[in-house]
Structure formats: C-alpha cells, structure tokens
C-alpha cells in the first residue's frame, strides 16, 4: 500500500485523456487506478472517481449519452449517492450531464468549430471540494479543447444554480458560447463536478501552467477523507 488516495480514473471506448489524468493525478498525491467502462465495480478503497475527456464511443447520438449508461456508471452514481468527490472533464463532463448528476446539456460551440488554447477562468466559489485550495477571484490558465462545450440550462434554472453557489469557475472571456460563460459547477451536494477546461494538462509550469494541479490536488485532499471516513 502506498498511503495515497486511490482515484478511479473511468476510460470509455475512445477516451484520450485518461493516461494523462492519470499522470497528473499521480503527479499531486494520488494513487491513480484505471478502470475499464464495463466494470460493475470501482476498486476497493477508492476515494474519487474522474471521468476523463476524449471522445466516448465516438460521440455517437450526443456527446456522452453512450457513456452514461455504460455499466461502471451504476457504481459511479453509487460511490456520488454516498458522497464520494466525482470529478468529470470534459467529455466527462458531458457524461455527468447526460447521467443526470449534473444540471445542464452540453451543446455544439457557438463557432461551430473545434476551439483548442489556453484559456482564462475565474473561480466563482473557493468553498467547494474542488477548489477549496483557490481563491474567490483567482484566475487559471488551463486549456480546453472541444466541439460541444457551450454549457446550456434555462436562465431560471441559473439563477437557482448561481444563487446556491453551484457555478464554480467561469470564462474571463466567451469562448465557446456556453451560457453566462460557464465553465465548471457542481451538484447540489457538492461533492459532482464538471468543467470544460482540462486541469490535467496544466500541473506542470513546462507546459505553461500549473493552476490546474490546484483543482486536482483539492481532488486528492477530498479523495482522502472520503477514504477515511470510509474505512473508520
């Protein structure tokens, strides 16, 4: 045993970006276990699960409906139910949408073409799982890169979600047309989130920044407790 907190790390059928949550993981404290779309179960032990972005089952029907009715998510909607920390990105995020764990549908960018840069967000809301080790205000360099990022609900159902605190991190500028540039929240618990942007290519200064290793070290932090009180 290692001592560090085990992080399931979901890979669907067309996922791209897992070995690298996976890195990244590792890189901020984790102990990273990759785990295969048709598994019924999360490994023993698991403090947090990501859901990690890339093309699920080719983006077929919409972007992650597929993925959300693959078998591994009954456990994954098991392990949030009980307060386990969930974290999807990007094309997980679509997933966790499209699974009813967060509100909101992802739609097509308002450009109609694939957006890839370092992009600007702004933390919303420090008092969550996931951004607990931020700032209210603080500014994060971390790349997206999608076709269907423009996150979209009804202007009542945002009121709801800004007023509860839900809207996590937003785009210092539009960039993808998602709806009051939008691009991370959580569930009503807390303990779901999803963004766009992809922290795991923003852990180490060489690639241009490490602000991304701020949310996925919070990541670990509450993959820890969620361990713990577990097992105790």
Known sequence: MSGRPVVAVVVFPGSNDDRDAAWSLAAVGAEPALVWHEEEALPAGTGGVVLPGGFSYGDYLRTGAIASLAPVMAAVRSFAERGGPVLGICNGFQILCEARLLPGILRPNRQLEFVCRDVVVRVENPDTLFTK?????????????????????????????????????????????SFAEVAGLVNAAGNVMGLMPHPEHAVDPLLGSADGGLLLAALVDAAAEHAALVAA
């Open 133 to 177: 080790r931020c700032s209210a205000g603080q500014e994060l360099v971390i790349p997206v890169k999608h076709g269907e990022g423009a996150w979209f609900v009804d202007h009542g159902t945002y009121v709801q979600l800004s007023a509860r605190g839900q809207i996590v991190l937003r785009y210092s500028q539009d960039v993808n047309g």
